[in-house]
């Protein structure tokens, strides 16, 4: 999908608290994007930092924006109010290899934020849900008050399997608690199952850990690497894994192909 370098402003229509530090924006205007790819948004006087659009790729209208606050541009953008405009510039990156999907099991896991790129994923793929087998989301968050996009997580539970977990869970009927590897441990998962993952870093260790000794193939376990990107445009270089650039040969690798990098 092309894209430049050049930043267009969007106008905010809606803004909604979705946990106690992250904020979901609806921006006013077509953007074409596939699930995966990220943004670079711009904020004067504070600078840039990277997103992923995480709303329905098929809506034309507007399209959705989370932003948690936990960076000087990031605490900024998160007090824009509905009538402010925010510059953005991209899409960037390769996304998930959806057509890799098709006709398989496939495997989602998302870690705290590691959902949010993840939720035009499975929205197009329940769109086209008769064209995959079986499909299980494995979620997990901090605690419950963590916990994004539960209205989704709630409605997706009846299409899908759904294992929903909190490392420590509150006043919720909807998690269990524990962490993100406990379901994996119990999952069934034929050898040709296909895994997406996202979220931090130790997560995906331990979680490739487990799918490796279920036999799942390393060309089958396709990971976002969203979280190191900076500038988004190759120029910084501060998104290395090995000789790959998260921002021009990702987000998304298979594992075959930066596992070997990841250590140096």
């Not at 709303?55 to 932003?67: E, G, L, M, P, R």
């Not at 034929?190 to 996202?198: A, E, G, P, R």
Request: hydrophobic content about 40%; charged content about 30%.
């Amino acid at each position: 999908m092309k894209s430049d370098f050049k930043f267009k402003e969007y106008e905010i229509i809606k803004k909604e608290e979705i946990n106690s530090d992250i904020v979901l924006f609806e921006l006013k205007g077509k953007f074409n994007f596939s699930p995966g790819q990220f943004v670079q948004i711009l904020l004067d006087h504070y600078g840039e930092a990277t997103f992923a659009p995480c709303s329905d790729t098929n809506n034309k209208k507007t399209f959705q924006i989370a932003v948690r606050a936990c960076g000087n541009v990031s605490k900024q953008i998160v007090k824009l109010l509905p009538g402010n405009k925010i510059k953005i510039r991209g899409p960037y990156g390769n996304g998930w290899p959806i057509a890799k999907l098709l006709g398989k099991n496939v495997l989602i896991i998302a870690g705290g934020m590691g959902l949010v790129p993840m939720r035009p994923l499975i929205i197009e793929m329940l769109r086209y849900k008769e064209e995959f087998k079986k499909i299980n989301l494995v979620s997990a968050f901090k605690t419950d008050a963590y916990i994004i996009f539960k209205d989704d997580l709630q409605a997706w539970s009846k299409k899908i399997n759904l294992d929903l977990y909190c490392e420590n869970v509150g006043h919720t009927d909807i998690a269990k608690k524990g962490m993100i590897t406990e379901p994996l441990k119990d999952l069934k998962l034929d050898k040709n199952t296909v895994v997406v993952i996202c979220g931090p870093e130790v997560m995906l260790k331990f979680c490739n850990e487990i799918l490796l000794k279920k036999g799942i193939k390393k060309e089958n376990i396709y990971i976002s690497f969203e979280r190191r990107m900076e500038c988004g445009i190759g120029l910084c270089q501060h998104c290395n894994i090995g000789k790959y650039l998260v921002c021009k040969d990702g987000p998304v690798f298979p594992l075959n192909k930066i596992e070997k990098e990841l250590s140096k």
